[in-house]
């Protein structure tokens, strides 16, 4: 199952130049940031080469980098 690229920017162009200046000014800010474009990474490697992982595994990295995304959102719209 082939899943879109989540680039967080690109999904919410009104809050990139939030973002950047977070990732600058903000270690808790960056570290989730680089935490979801890690899941991402990994997520779509596992996707795209039909790596062997579990179902219950992806599903949970899936969730995780929700739940990440969710908080990426509310910091950088807060």
């Known amino acids: 199952m082939q899943t879109e690229h989540q680039d967080l ?3 919410f162009p009104q809050l990139a130049a939030r973002m950047d200046a977070l990732q600058q000014s903000n270690t808790r800010f960056a570290e ?3 935490e979801f474009n890690a899941l991402t990474a990994e997520i779509e ?3 795209r080469n039909d790596a062997a992982t579990g179902d219950s ?3 949970g990295m899936k969730k995780r980098r929700l739940a990440l995304k969710d908080e ?3 910091m950088a719209s807060a």
């Open 9 to 11: 920017k690109k999904e």
């Open 32 to 34: 989730i940031f680089d």
């Open 45 to 47: 490697h596992i996707e």
């Open 57 to 59: 595994a992806l599903e």
């Open 72 to 74: 990426i959102y509310r």
